[in-house]
């Protein structure tokens, strides 16, 4: 598996942990979406271990990325 972020490519370096988080909808909408509008309160959220260049020199990188459909964003990037 692997993610292309600022025009670098990042290979996953071991398996991702996935969890789903509630959206808090009241703090950016004055009302919830209805039904047709796409009732989404929550979005799934990745933590993953990745690096770029040579796997033998690589040094990790740990992600945490937002899946919140259609977007993903990044939330952290730690070395």
Request: hydrophobic residues 40%; proline residues 3%.
């Amino acid at each position: 598996m692997s993610f292309t972020l600022d025009g670098q490519l990042w290979v996953v370096a071991a398996d991702a942990v996935r969890w789903f988080e509630r959206v808090a909808w009241w703090e950016t909408k004055s009302r919830m979406s209805t039904r047709d509008e796409g009732n989404r309160i929550d979005v799934e959220v990745w933590r993953l271990q990745a690096f770029t260049g040579e796997p033998e020199a690589a040094e990790l990188t740990t992600f945490e990325l937002v899946h919140d459909e259609p977007d993903w964003t990044v939330r952290s990037q730690k070395r």
